[in-house]
């Protein structure tokens, strides 16, 4: 499952926010990845902030890019807002990446 997880982890991290120059997943938008035994994966995410422009096509597109992988069976994505996400929820890569 571990491997499993981290091609997960490396198709969501080539999804970037359209307004910062930072993949989703370090950017801390990614609050929850699970895999049940049928290999269905849980993703729980937020935005930056509900009014982002791509509310409609960002968990679309982390959706589709996770279908991808040959070992997934299905994604039950859900978009949540609490927490709300906040610049301290970034990797520390992401923090130096934008000066912070």
């Known amino acids: 499952m571990n491997d499993l997880k981290e091609k997960i982890i490396s198709e969501i991290k080539k999804i970037y926010d359209p307004e910062i120059p930072v993949n989703i997943y370090e950017l801390g938008l990614i609050y929850k990845i ?49 927490p709300p996400w906040t610049k301290e929820k970034m990797s520390e890569a992401a923090k130096l990446e934008l000066n912070l």
């Open 34 to 82: 699970e895999i049940n035994d049928d290999k269905k994966v849980l993703i729980e995410m937020t935005l930056t902030t509900p009014n982002c422009p791509v509310a409609d096509s960002l968990p679309k597109l982390v959706k589709n890019n996770i279908l991808k992988i040959d070992d997934v069976n299905d994604v039950d994505l859900k978009l949540v807002w609490d």
